[in-house]
């Protein structure tokens, strides 16, 4: 770990300070703006980061609510409660232009929350490790001299339990402060950072204050009387520590590529898809399996042999319930069987002739609606027909209503204004991010990405995702076909589309997420589409 105490410099060395800024010592107009004591520290509480922080984000939110509903039972030190963010420490001129602002967004941090602390120095002396980032503009390090150098490691002494970070707007910026590092001793410069330098050091500080957290909050619990709910509660916290722990560690899936094999040859059998949970294997059937039995011991048999773990064979049926509706009062009604779900987002259809006409279209899911069904409000009234796709069997596809001319004057076609992109996103960037959606019944939830890898159905993956409120679902009935988006590098990116949820594995032996919301791959359904249908749509705003 590296922080300001490991960076301990004597007051009496009073280093020469580097060409370049000595220059400029006593010949700057700007001197009287070096002083820090108009240094300002802000909170900051980031929802959509770096993506090598995404399981940092995912960590916090589950711990956080693990720790709130301890602390209901029991007085537990406020030490172990895990510290969401970092410290921002900047003087006010330094952001006259926005630039604080500007330099976090090119670091990553796309959607955050500020909260201005006041008593800096008290702040800063606080015992709780935790990282501290410093900002002091490109100016400020250009008009350097002695005495600004001294109050910057006055500051930085202050701080003395902190993993102290100086953020730099450029690279040539950089290699000025780089310069009076080597001169004064503030920091490594491996903790002197710019938007396109190495910033492994600053994640991992974030994961090395993060998992102390969680181990104070873990001893916590074990002073605690046992009780069925601390066990629980312990258990899980292991869980995240374990995470956090392994998240550098190259881990070799159980699944050896003959099982997959099998798997993949018995789709034609019955099997529709699979699930990995650490050592435990669920493998999906139809009825048409599920009454086979000889038939699915030959199959489970196979797989047993070639996996180093429980396997479990389970209905679809009875562990993914689509998030469908027959009740009046949702945003799009399928007229035909009386279903109803959400409306993900309007576009324009494109045709490869570029002479065809162009029409209005909806996007949603096919269990809601498929080919030839008419779509209507929630009052009855028609506002389209779907067409695509063919019927509704195929869960990977999204389901494309054209919107009938005389119902395009009244829709409403935006929730957020915002442009969505539609990409291929690797799926490492993607798991344990936070996400959100707007559905017809459960409107905006937040949630994040529990598992992105090793969940197959009909033969391809799917993503799972809980809400980050343990008092509300992601979404529930009438939210299918609603957009599963992130905030990536200053877009908003629309990666899936919900199917449904609720999936309950009560024969599992791990914890295991109840009530997940099951979403696919956004890109992937509209990529068949424009497939075969020589098409492709250019989206609304959402």
Known sequence: MLQSSSLDIERESRPTLPPSINQRKSSSPRQGRQSLS??????????????????????????????????????????????????????????????????????????????????????????????????????????????????????????????????????????????????????????????????????????????????????????????????????????????????????????????????????????????????????????HLRIGTKERSEIENSIQENFNGKVHFRSLNGVLIPHCTVKCGDYLKNSTLKKGGTIGIFGEIKKADENDTNHTVALSSPHVISSGEIACTTTGGRFGKCIWPENSSNIHDVSIIQIDPSSIGTLQRTVLNEIISIEQIPKERLLYREVFKYGASSHKTCGLIEQIDHFRLFGSDVMTISSDDPERLFSTNGDSGAIVLTILDGKHLGIGLIYGGSLEHREAEINIHRNESIAIFLKNALDRFSKEKNMSIEFDRI
């Open 38 to 287: 108009d240094l300002q520290i802000y909170k900051i509480v980031f929802e959509y980061g770096p993506t090598q922080l995404n399981l940092f984000r995912y960590v916090i939110k589950k711990a956080n609510i693990l720790w709130q509903k301890a602390q209901e039972r029991c007085i537990l030190k406020v030490g172990g409660k895990p510290l969401d963010g970092f410290l921002l420490i900047h003087r006010d001129d330094d952001d006259d232009d926005g630039n604080v602002t500007h330099c976090l967004k090119t670091y990553g941090f796309d959607v955050y929350q500020q909260e201005k602390l006041p008593e800096a120095e008290s702040i800063l002396n606080d015992q709780r490790e935790r990282v501290c980032i410093f900002y002091l503009g490109e100016e400020y390090w250009k008009t350097m001299n002695t005495a600004s150098i001294q109050k910057i490691r006055d500051n930085i002494r202050i701080a003395s339990t902190s993993n102290i970070f100086l953020m730099t707007a450029s690279d040539d910026v950089r290699n000025k402060v780089i310069e009076c590092c080597k001169g004064f001793k503030l920091c490594p410069n491996a903790q002197v950072i710019s938007p396109t330098s190495d910033r492994t050091t600053l994640y991992e500080a974030f994961y090395n204050v993060l998992e102390k957290n969680l181990q104070i909050f873990l001893s916590d619990l074990e002073t605690q009387t046992s009780s069925r709910q601390i066990h629980a509660t312990k258990s899980e916290l292991n869980s995240l520590i374990e995470k956090v722990k392994s998240r550098n560690a190259s881990v070799e899936s159980p699944l050896t590529k003959r099982c997959l094999d099998i798997i993949e040859a018995s789709s034609k059998r019955g099997v529709v898809g699979y699930r990995l949970f650490g050592n435990e294997l669920h493998i999906y059937e139809n009825e």
